[in-house]
């Protein structure tokens, strides 16, 4: 039992290069998000999906797009990087019993 | 959408004090109050959490408050060990929903010092 997994784990662009992030959870979870961390700012929340096939906008969704592409997978597409992305980023899911969110290792993007 | 303040954004205690960190919140619905702890280069686990039908919860050192009435909550750590050295999130959210969106403070960078 793996948990969330995520990769790459670190990543450097160059401003307007694209980049997929990819999440995948073992866990059987319905919801899954996407947060960015950033010094100061806390975790915020950029998209998230409730259940397969749907997928809401949270507090930064600017410049993103997401892919839940099955139950396991939710995938962050960063189509035009900006040095304003450069940011940690992480995808977590939810146990709908406990409403636990159980995150990932995180990915750290670097935006030249 | 809710707005949370949490504070100290940084504490330093002595190895065996009490850490306290407090949160406040601004949306009177939201009844669910997680508080997840993330190590270095680590993602945010969850240590303890609340619901707004209780008043107080505690697990061995740690142990959180919640005063709906006033819209705050707040972390207690005693007998601090150095390896309670981390980044501590406050967050809020409505129990029960589908969705399950958190709303998370800023954080506290808690530093024990042997």
């Known amino acids: 039992n793996a948990g969330v997994t995520q990769t790459p784990k670190f990543q450097v662009l160059k401003t307007g290069q694209s980049m997929t992030l990819q999440c995948a959870q073992d866990m059987n979870h319905n919801s899954m998000y996407w947060y960015r961390q950033d010094p100061g700012m806390g975790l915020r929340l950029i998209y998230y999906?409730?259940?397969?096939?749907?997928?809401d906008k949270g507090e930064v969704p600017n410049g993103y797009n997401v892919s839940r592409l099955n139950k396991r997978e939710f995938s962050l597409r960063l189509e035009s990087a900006a040095p304003s992305q450069t940011s940690v980023y992480f995808c977590?899911?939810?146990?709908?019993?406990?409403?636990?969110?159980?995150f990932g290792p995180g990915t750290r993007l670097l935006v030249l | 959408g809710e707005n949370v303040e949490q504070h100290p954004s940084t504490l330093s205690v002595q190895e065996g004090d009490s850490a306290v960190i407090k949160c406040t919140y601004s949306d009177s619905a939201s009844n669910y109050f997680p508080w997840y702890k993330q190590e270095l280069g680590k993602g945010p686990q969850l240590i303890i959490d609340?619901?707004?039908?209780?008043g107080e919860k505690k697990d061995q050192r740690i142990a959180v408050t919640l005063n709906k009435t006033a819209k705050h909550f707040s972390l207690h750590i005693t007998e601090t060990q150095p390896e309670d050295s981390a980044v501590y999130f406050c967050a809020v959210g409505p129990s029960g929903s589908t969705l399950g969106r958190l709303y998370f403070g800023r954080g506290t960078q808690l530093t024990v010092w042997p």
């Open positions: 977590a899911s939810r146990d709908r019993g406990t409403e636990t969110q159980y």
């Open positions: 999906s409730a259940s397969e096939g749907t997928t």
């Open positions: 609340i619901r707004s039908n209780v």
